[in-house]
C-alpha cells in the first residue's frame, strides 16, 4: 500500500513525496482513513512508528476547507513538552507546505506578546503545552468554542508529567460535537479509563503490543561494581561515567543521546565528557527555551555527537539515524525505559542501546524486564569486572518474612511450659477509681514489664528473675516504647496547635474565671 490508496489529497501527496516517503507505516495505515471518516480515534503504537503523521496528515485535508477567526482556533493539539510541540509543528509545515493554512505553536519560554499577535489574525491549528494553553485562556486572549478537532498526543506522558487535570479542564472548555484523536505508547488501565471519558464511540488501532520495544533496536546491560570510600559504598556515578567511556571506545558511535534521572547529574554528565574530550552538549528541563532549541539544532546537525539529557528528551523527539542510547541511570519507571532506547531505531533503522546499573539497582532491571517480556542481555566492558545484581525487594522481601515468621515460632517453641503470654498494656491495669475532687494526684502503679514467653517457670534457679542481659535489652526497650509515646505525644498536640485556631485565652484560665463558675461549697475546697 501507498499513501495515494489512503484517500489523502494531491497537495498532502505531493508534500509526503517531497519529504521522501512513500509507503505508509501500519499505525498511518491504520489510522489515516479512520480520521479522514470524522471518527474518534484511540491510537496505541510503539515510539517512533510515525504516529504524529499518523493525524497530522488528515487533519490537513480536514483543515483545508475553512476559514479561521480571530481567537478561535479551529483545531487543537496538546503536546507534554516544548520539544514535542516544536515538533508537531515542524511537521505541518513540511507536509502542509501547498495548503494555505495559518498556525500557531505557544510553549513556555517563548515570547507570549508574538503568540498573541498570532492568535489575534486567526489560526486553524494550534498546537500547545497544557499549561501555556490555559494561561492564554484566563488572559482572555484565547477562545475554544470552536475547536472541531482535539488530539492529545503522548498521553502517558502527560499522566507521568501530572497534566490530566490541566488536560480535563481543556476539554471541558471545548464544544461536545468535536473529533477527538488520542494517541499513547503505552495503554496503562488509567489511559484507558481516560480514552473512555474524552472518546465517543472510537475506533481503536494498535498496530504493537504496548510497551514492547523495537525489534530493530539491539539492548545491552552493564553491571558496575561500586567502589568504597571510608569504608562506606559511594553512590556509583563515577563507575558509570567511566563504564560509558569505555563501552563508547569499543562501540563504533556516530552520534548518541546519555539519558540521567535527574538535572543535576546531567550537569556532572556533561562537564565529565566535556573533559574528557567528547564533543558534548546538554538538555533538561532548567534550560530556557532559546538554549534547549538551539542546543538540540545543533545536535540534530551533527555539530555535537553526545547530548546529555534528562527525560525531557525521551518522548517523541525523532533525531534521523541515531545510532546509540545510553542510559547513565537507570529509570525508576519501566515505561520510560521503553521510550528512551525508542529514540535510536527508527524507521526501520538499526541501534543500539546500553543500560549501566549498580548490583542494588536490580529491582528497577527486573521491573523492565517484566515490562518488555525478555531478559536485557548482559554486556561486558573492557576493563571491567563482572558483577552480579541483586535480587528485587520483592524476593527479599519474602525471604526476610519467612526467617520473622520461623523465628517467632522458635521463640514460642523455647517458651516454658506454663508461661503464658501478657496482654497488652492497655488491658493490663483495671480502671482507677475516680478519685474527690481536690485529691492530690498520684500517678497510677504500673507493674514492671516482661516480654511474652521470657517469664522463668516456678523453681528455677533464678525465682522470678531474668538474666541481666535479658533485663537491659528489656530496659532498652521500654526506654525506646516510652521515647515514641513521647514523641507522638507532642506531634499530636503540635499538629493541634497548628491546625485548631486558639479561642479566648487558649489553654490558661485565669483563677477568678474559675471562682466565678464554681458553685460556693466547691469554691471554697
Not at 503504537?45 to 475553512?66: E, H
Not at 539519558?259 to 552538549?281: E, I, L, Q, T, W
Not at 531474668?466 to 532498652?476: I, K
Not at 507522638?488 to 490558661?508: L, T
Request: proline share 6%.
Amino acid at each position: 500500500m501507498t499513501f495515494s490508496d489512503l484517500g489523502l489529497s494531491d497537495e498532502v501527496l505531493r508534500a509526503v513525496g517531497d519529504a521522501g516517503y512513500t509507503t505508509p507505516t501500519p499505525i498511518q495505515e491504520a489510522a489515516i482513513p479512520v480520521v479522514l471518516q470524522g471518527r474518534d480515534l484511540l491510537g496505541c503504537a510503539q515510539t517512533g512508528t510515525g504516529k504524529t503523521a499518523s493525524f497530522t496528515l488528515p487533519m490537513i485535508d480536514i483543515l483545508a476547507a475553512g476559514r479561521a477567526r480571530a481567537r478561535m482556533p479551529r483545531s487543537l493539539i496538546l503536546e507534554p513538552t516544548r520539544e514535542l510541540a516544536a515538533q508537531v509543528a515542524e511537521n505541518f509545515e513540511v507536509y502542509g507546505k501547498y495548503n494555505k493554512l495559518t498556525m500557531a505553536l505557544l510553549i513556555g519560554g517563548s515570547s507570549m506578546a508574538d503568540q498573541i499577535k498570532v492568535l489575534d489574525r486567526g489560526v486553524d491549528v494550534l498546537i500547545a503545552t497544557p499549561g501555556r494553553l490555559l494561561d492564554m485562556f484566563e488572559r482572555g486572549r484565547l477562545l475554544m468554542s470552536d475547536v472541531k478537532t482535539l488530539v492529545i498526543d503522548e498521553a502517558d506522558r502527560m499522566l507521568d508529567m501530572g497534566f490530566i487535570p490541566d488536560v480535563e479542564k481543556i476539554v471541558s472548555l471545548l464544544s461536545p460535537m468535536r473529533q477527538t484523536l488520542f494517541f499513547s505508547a503505552t495503554m496503562p488501565p488509567e489511559i484507558r479509563k481516560l480514552a473512555d471519558k474524552f472518546l465517543s464511540n472510537p475506533r481503536e488501532v494498535s498496530v504493537a503490543p504496548p510497551s514492547t520495544p523495537a525489534k530493530t533496536v539491539t539492548q545491552g546491560l552493564v553491571t558496575v561494581k561500586v567502589q568504597k570510600e571510608r569504608g562506606r559504598p559511594t553512590t556509583g556515578h563515577k563507575e558509570k561515567r567511566a563504564a560509558l567511556r569505555a563501552l563508547i571506545a569499543q562501540e563504533e558511535v556516530r552520534n548518541a543521546l546519555v539519558f540521567c534521572n535527574r538535572k543535576r547529574d546531567v550537569g556532572v554528565a556533561y562537564r565529565s565528557m566535556v573533559r574528557h574530550g567528547y564533543s558534548a552538549g546538554q538538555l533538561h528541563g532548567d534550560m530556557s527555551q532559546p538554549a534547549r532549541t538551539e542546543t538540540l539544532d545543533k545536535f540534530k546537525k551533527g555539530e555535537m555527537t553526545f547530548l546529555v539529557c534528562s527525560d525531557v528528551a525521551a518522548r517523541g523527539l525523532d533525531i534521523q539515524d541515531l545510532s546509540h542510547v545510553f542510559n547513565l541511570d537507570i529509570p525508576t519507571h519501566a515505561e520510560d525505559y521503553v521510550h528512551r532506547i525508542g529514540r535510536t531505531g527508527r524507521a526501520g533503522r538499526e541501534g543500539r542501546a546500553f543500560t549501566i546499573v549498580t548490583p542494588d539497582e536490580g529491582k528497577y532491571v527486573s521491573a523492565i524486564e517484566r515490562l518488555i517480556g525478555l531478559a536485557i542481555p548482559r554486556v561486558e566492558v573492557v576493563g571491567g569486572e563482572s558483577v552480579e545484581l541483586e535480587p528485587s525487594d520483592e524476593r527479599r522481601g519474602r525471604r526476610r518474612g519467612r526467617g520473622r515468621r520461623s523465628d517467632e515460632w522458635e521463640r514460642r517453641d523455647r517458651a516454658p511450659a506454663g508461661a503464658v503470654a501478657e496482654a497488652p498494656d492497655e488491658a493490663r491495669h483495671e480502671a482507677a477509681p475516680e478519685a474527690p475532687y481536690g485529691a492530690p494526684y498520684e500517678a497510677p502503679h504500673e507493674a514492671p514489664h516482661e516480654a511474652p514467653g521470657e517469664r522463668p517457670a516456678a523453681g528455677s534457679d533464678d525465682e522470678g528473675r531474668a538474666p541481666r542481659e535479658r533485663r537491659g535489652r528489656d530496659r532498652g526497650r521500654d526506654r525506646d516504647r516510652d521515647r515514641g509515646r513521647d514523641r507522638n505525644r507532642d506531634r499530636d498536640r503540635d499538629a493541634d496547635r497548628d491546625e485548631a485556631p486558639v479561642v479566648g485565652m487558649g489553654d490558661h484560665v485565669p483563677a477568678f474565671l474559675l471562682r466565678s463558675a464554681l458553685p460556693k461549697d466547691r469554691e471554697d475546697a
